[in-house]
């Protein structure tokens, strides 16, 4: 057990439609990042926010953004869901200038 | 930008023997952090071992042990007395020490998928 939980577990959304993903990290976490996994890859890094603010961003366009909140939750929000966004979808949170990332389950979004 | 490879897509080892994953990543940086992770099916990224640049010394973790060789940028791992419950996915990831923010981002590769045999 990581600590960090991640819902909804899967998703189904309709291609064009817009959708929310929530990760709730552990206390004293102050930075969570996104990744994005298509089956059979690996992880890829989609952004960072530390002290609620975004403080790297991987190579997704803007229509992925994300929230951090003061009580140690973050969103990952997705617009105009295309169906190559259908992927696991992992957060993790840590301490910034801490080595360890600590993971939670995933969201598994599938974009019909 | 860094790169990582995991050229085994698929590996299987008895229970109680000994197996090992190749890792090859590409950076220009001299400091940084690998790692392996494992993935079972509950899909949970799990941290198995991490191995500074700047040391030398192989990171261990009880039955598993990392093989760092920084000149040929190489990281394989070592999973002695195999056990079923090490079935799972495992990847291995970079992580750059510059600076901040995707300083914190870890680069990992397509992953190997372990099969352990009675």
């Known amino acids: 057990e990581t600590g960090v939980t991640q819902s909804p577990t899967h998703l189904i959304k309709t291609r064009g439609q817009q959708v929310t993903l929530r990760c709730s990290s552990q206390?004293?976490?102050?930075?969570v990042s996104w990744y994005q996994q298509a089956l059979g890859q690996g992880p890829q890094f989609i952004f960072q926010?530390?002290?609620?603010?975004?403080?790297g961003r991987g190579n997704f366009p803007p229509r992925f953004s994300g929230l951090q909140f003061p009580n140690y939750s973050s969103e990952l929000n997705v617009n105009a869901l295309e169906l190559d966004d259908s992927a696991l979808y992992l957060c993790a949170s840590g301490r910034l200038g801490n080595t360890e990332a600590f993971f939670g389950q995933g969201t598994r979004l599938t974009v019909v | 930008a860094q790169t990582v490879t995991q050229s085994q897509p698929e590996m299987s080892v008895q229970e109680a023997e000994t197996v090992t994953l190749s890792c090859t990543y590409d950076t220009s940086e001299s400091d940084y952090y690998l790692f392996w992770y494992k993935q079972p099916p509950s899909r949970q990224m799990i941290l198995v071992i991490r191995q500074e640049a700047y040391k030398q010394q192989n990171a261990t973790e009880n039955r598993f042990s990392v093989n760092f060789q920084k000149a040929a940028k190489s990281f394989s791992l070592k999973i002695s007395d195999s056990q079923l419950g090490d079935a799972a996915m495992y990847f291995c990831?970079?992580?750059?020490?510059?600076?901040?923010?995707?300083?914190?981002?870890?680069?990992f590769g397509t992953g190997t998928r372990l099969q352990v045999t009675l």
């Open positions: 206390s004293g976490h102050n930075t």
């Open positions: 926010y530390y002290r609620e603010e975004e403080n």
């Open positions: 990831a970079y992580r750059s020490l510059l600076g901040t923010g995707t300083a914190s981002k870890l680069t």
